[in-house]
């Protein structure tokens, strides 16, 4: 079973920088499809940024390319989501997914992910 911990929300300023954590346990493949996604009070969950374990490629939604960046390191098992020029509409509930076996195609989908961090909250406010 797939256990995912998360760190590194807070409140931030207008145009500062948070780094979210996920450390994983439990993976047993390396076709695994790792997420960040976010749910703002009333609204949907909506895809944020994925990565693929094996080989590294990266995916965004098109309102954070150029301010985030995910990565990943192999040997602690975490994944990182670094957030820069933060802006209020980016205030969330922050949920790192991972989908193990996952598919490129469904890489944006997170009813295809099995499993779920506990959510760490976001504010971006002056």
């Known amino acids: 079973q797939v256990h995912l911990v998360e760190s590194g929300g807070g409140l931030v300023q207008p145009g500062g920088s948070l780094r979210l954590s996920c450390a994983a346990s439990?993976?047993?493949?390396?076709?695994?499809?790792m997420g960040w996604f976010r749910q703002a009070p009333g609204k949907e969950r909506e895809f944020v940024a994925a990565?693929?374990?094996?080989?590294?490629?990266?995916y965004y939604r098109e309102s954070v390319k150029g301010r985030f960046a995910i990565s990943k390191d192999n040997a602690k098992n975490t994944v990182t989501l670094q957030m820069n020029s933060l802006k209020p509409e980016d205030t969330a509930v922050y949920y790192c997914?991972?989908?193990?076996?996952?598919?490129?195609?469904?890489?944006?989908?997170?009813?295809?992910?099995?499993?779920w961090g506990q959510g760490t909250q976001v504010t971006v406010s002056s």
């Open positions: 439990g993976l047993t493949y390396r076709n695994v499809n």
């Open positions: 990565i693929r374990w094996s080989g590294g490629h990266t």
């Open positions: 997914a991972a989908d193990q076996g996952g598919i490129l195609s469904s890489i944006r989908d997170p009813t295809k992910y099995d499993a």
